[in-house]
C-alpha cells in the first residue's frame, strides 16, 4: 500500500466550478499535512497545511481526519490559473522528508 | 523566505558519463537536505536524506554507490549520477527547511541520458 494516494485524475472542470481532492494516508503516525501545487516542469509549490479544525485561504479550503487518515482540499470558483497538478503531502516528524501523493491534475477551461 | 538553488536547471548527458548537481541554501543553514526524483506522471519519490558532515542516509532501492551525495557545509549539498544510463534520465530536484519554517524547493534539474 503507498504510503499516499490520490485519485490521478485529470478533473476537467469550467472556469467557476467547485472542485474537491481527496486523499488518504497509511501511516498513523504522521503528523503534518500539506496541499502542494505543481505547474509542468518546475518544482513544487505550497498550497496550503492542513489542521485537524480545518483551515480555508481564499477560494481554498482543506480538511483532515485523523481517524480516518483522510485529507481534502476543496477549491471553489476555480480560475484557469488554478491548473496545475495538486500534490497531497504528509511529514512524520518534523525535519524528517516529506511524503509526497502522486498528484491529481486539474484542468480548468474557459 | 528561504531560497534553494540548485544548478543546472538542464542537462543532457552521453551514457557512461557522471553528471554532479547541486543545492545551495541561501541566507540559512542547512544541516539536512532532501533529495528526490521524479519520473514523468510519477510522485516525487525520496531518494536519499543529505546530513552535513556525516553519510547520507539512502531510501530502499536507492543505489548508493551510483547515486552520491556530499554534504560538505551547512549551505552546499551535492548529488553525482555516476556512470548515467537512459533510466537514469528523470526530474530531480533537492529540498531544505529552515528551522521552524516550511520546505523549500530547489527549482529542479531536468537530467536526459542519451
Known amino acids: 500500500r503507498k504510503e499516499v494516494e490520490q485519485d490521478p485524475g485529470p478533473f476537467n472542470v469550467p472556469e467557476g466550478a467547485t472542485v474537491a481532492f481527496n486523499c488518504t494516508y497509511s501511516?498513523?503516525?504522521?503528523?503534518?499535512f500539506f496541499w502542494y501545487r505543481q505547474d509542468c516542469r518546475k518544482e513544487p509549490k505550497l498550497l496550503m497545511s492542513?489542521?485537524?479544525s480545518g483551515n480555508e485561504d481564499g477560494r481554498f479550503t482543506a480538511q483532515l481526519n485523523r481517524a480516518s487518515q483522510y485529507i481534502s482540499l476543496l477549491i471553489r470558483d476555480s480560475k484557469l490559473s488554478d491548473s496545475a497538478t495538486y500534490l497531497c503531502?504528509?511529514?512524520?516528524?518534523?525535519?524528517?522528508?516529506?511524503?509526497f501523493g502522486k498528484g491529481t491534475t486539474l484542468s480548468v477551461s474557459s | 523566505g528561504a531560497v534553494v538553488s540548485q544548478h543546472p536547471s538542464r542537462v543532457i548527458c552521453k551514457s557512461g558519463t557522471s553528471v554532479k548537481i547541486e543545492c545551495r541554501s541561501l541566507d540559512f543553514q542547512a544541516t539536512t537536505m532532501f533529495w528526490y526524483r521524479q519520473f514523468p506522471k510519477q510522485s516525487l519519490m525520496l531518494m536519499a536524506t543529505s546530513n552535513e558532515g556525516s553519510k547520507a542516509t539512502y531510501e530502499q532501492g536507492v543505489e548508493k554507490d551510483k547515486f552520491l551525495i556530499n554534504h560538505a557545509s551547512l549551505t552546499l549539498s551535492t548529488l553525482t549520477v555516476t556512470s548515467a544510463h537512459p533510466e537514469d534520465s528523470s526530474f530531480y530536484i533537492c529540498s531544505a527547511r529552515e528551522f521552524g519554517e516550511s520546505y523549500t524547493f530547489g527549482s529542479g534539474t531536468r537530467l536526459t541520458v542519451v
Open positions: 492542513v489542521y485537524s
Open positions: 501511516n498513523s503516525a504522521s503528523q503534518s
Open positions: 503531502v504528509v511529514n512524520g516528524q518534523a525535519g524528517t522528508a516529506l511524503i
